[in-house]
């Protein structure tokens, strides 16, 4: 396939070829020709750019999958810009040791676009045979309580960072102190009881521990879905890595009267000013990376009181296009967006051959027009979860996504029969020496 005149993140136009699963070479525009046989696609005034690696997704398979399965939450990802997903451990069971690995991997082979499987920490984990399967990183480890019940004390963490660095496994880090809760918040049965509960400065102490931990042992962690300024900071200070999930970044304790139990998720909301400054550092390079922390749960679930609502929003389909708007109007630069969401997930967990539009790399591709937007619409979505955080927010979704090379969604025509892989195996890696660090055409520019 030939891509004609697409306009890529940097802003210059470029004619992209595909050849089998990989880009197989990027020119300036008008300058390719397209070979006998060869199918075209005409980009004129659209973007396109790498696909999405959202290293922070819960596909609810095994245990929960009137929620989500790993067939409607990659065929949402595919309709959202997203390549790429990482399941984490939270499941049922709990993916703590290589037999749960294998059971979800079962699972995994119904998705559409590729995909990671995170092992997780809890007492009594086989870090063993955990290790010995084809894992996407170590996390995330729930420093306190979240849904799954899988929070973790500190020395079970260092052995946790030990035995993941012997291993060679990045480990990502759920960061809240459970002691600094504001239990005085739970005589509130309004819907920011949640947000004054599990406060800021839980997460900040949290954050910095962590980090402590991690710099005695030697090793780098990776903080998730970080709500505050000061946690970004204290990471960014620390050298670690850290995302920030779109519902932190464009949502506030001042949507809560309107979401409800819909805005509870761990963790919580901020308030507007701690908001703005986290999407402040989203847009200067503070922070490494966006990911969704999809976590879909029923409306019926979520339609109860503030302290029996489960925690979670979904977000995986809508990740891409908020970002997408969000750049159009200049609030985030379009180069930014393809660091936030592809070069630098890829950079930072070693995904070889991903996140780049570049000669040698996989042809994970989303093409999307800057002038076409539309308000988010939960009947729209293609997720199991019927619902979502971002109702009537103005977005820009693909006209149409690639992995290695199959147009696996295109609007208006629906998804394509394909299977994704996982990223880490050797067969979904291979030949990966030759083309890492290779920037082609396109550059990173972290």
Same mark, same amino acid.
């Given at each position: ?327 159009? %109007? $200049?609030?985030? !630069?379009?180069?930014?967006? &393809? ?6 997930? =890829? #950079?930072?967990? *070693?995904? +070889? ?62 998804? %394509? $029969?394909?299977? !994704?892989?996982?990223?880490? &195996? ?6 990966? =020496? #030759?083309?890492? *660090?290779? +920037? ?7």
């Amino acid at each position: 396939m030939l891509i004609r005149n697409a306009t890529l993140a940097d802003g210059r136009r470029r004619d992209v070829r595909v050849d089998g699963e990989r880009v197989g070479a990027v020119a300036a525009a008008g300058t390719l020709d397209a070979a006998a046989g060869e199918g075209t696609r005409d980009a004129t005034g659209k973007r396109l750019l790498p696909g999405m690696i959202d290293v922070h997704v819960h596909l609810r398979q095994p245990g929960f999958s009137h929620k989500e399965t790993w067939a409607t939450g990659t065929r949402s990802a595919a309709a959202g810009g997203v390549t790429t997903v990482v399941d984490q451990p939270n499941t049922d069971p709990p993916t703590v040791d290589g037999p749960a690995f294998d059971r979800k991997a079962e699972f995994a082979a119904d998705a559409l676009v590729d995909y990671g499987v995170n092992g997780g920490v809890v007492d009594g984990w086989e870090p063993a045979t955990l290790f010995d399967r084809p894992l996407f990183a170590l996390g995330e480890v729930f420093l306190a309580d979240s849904t799954g019940n899988m929070g973790v004390d500190t020395a079970l963490f260092s052995q946790a960072l030990d035995r993941a660095r012997t291993a060679g496994v990045p480990v990502t880090v759920h960061a809240e102190d459970a002691s600094l809760f504001n239990e005085s918040a739970r005589g509130r049965e309004d819907a920011d009881a949640w947000s004054a509960y599990r406060t800021a400065r839980a997460e900040v102490a949290a954050v910095e521990q962590a980090c402590q931990v991690a710099r005695e042992q030697g090793v780098a962690v990776h903080i998730a879905h970080a709500s505050t300024p000061e946690g970004i900071d204290a990471a960014h200070e620390a050298g670690m890595t850290v995302e920030v999930t779109p519902h932190h970044m464009f949502l506030s304790r001042g949507d809560l009267g309107e979401l409800g139990t819909d805005g509870r998720m761990n963790p919580p909301l901020r308030r507007e000013r701690r908001r703005q400054r986290v999407l402040d550092r989203v847009a200067d390079g503070t922070v490494d990376m966006v990911a969704t922390d999809h976590a879909p749960h029923t409306s019926a679930e979520k339609d109860a009181g503030v302290w029996e609502a489960p925690s979670g929003v979904p977000g995986v389909e809508t990740a891409l296009p908020l970002l997408l708007a969000a750049a159009r %109007a $200049d609030r985030v !630069g379009y180069e930014r967006v &393809r660091d936030l969401t592809a070069t630098n997930p =890829a #950079e930072v967990f *070693g995904v +070889e051959r991903k996140g780049r539009v570049a000669e040698g790399y996989d042809a994970d591709l989303v093409l999307a027009d800057p002038g076409t937007s539309t308000e988010v619409r939960a009947e729209a979505l293609h997720t199991r979860c019927d619902w979502t955080p971002f109702e009537g927010h103005d977005a820009i979704f693909p006209e149409w996504t690639m992995v290695r090379g199959t147009v696996v969604y295109e609007r208006g025509e629906g998804f %394509a $029969d394909h299977r !994704g892989a996982n990223v880490r &195996r050797p067969e979904a890696t291979d030949g990966g =020496a #030759e083309t890492r *660090g290779r +920037e082609g055409d396109e550059g990173a520019g972290r």
